[in-house]
């Protein structure tokens, strides 16, 4: 687990999906140039009482990849 105390604020729940979108594909990034595997790993949002608000699996971050 990895903590943020200081956390972000956002506008709205759609502004942290964004956000939170691009913090896990940059994850990912990461793991992947030091060859860990990440993406059965999972982000969870909390708001200020310390209540989840979003949790998403970091293989939900991923572009769909075209058939064919």
Known sequence: MIEDPEGEVYSDLQAMRVAATAKVRDMIAEGDQKGEDRRGWQIEIMDRAN???LTMM??????PRPSG
């Open 58 to 63: 970091f293989s939900e971050a991923l572009d």
């Open 51 to 53: 209540q989840p608000v």
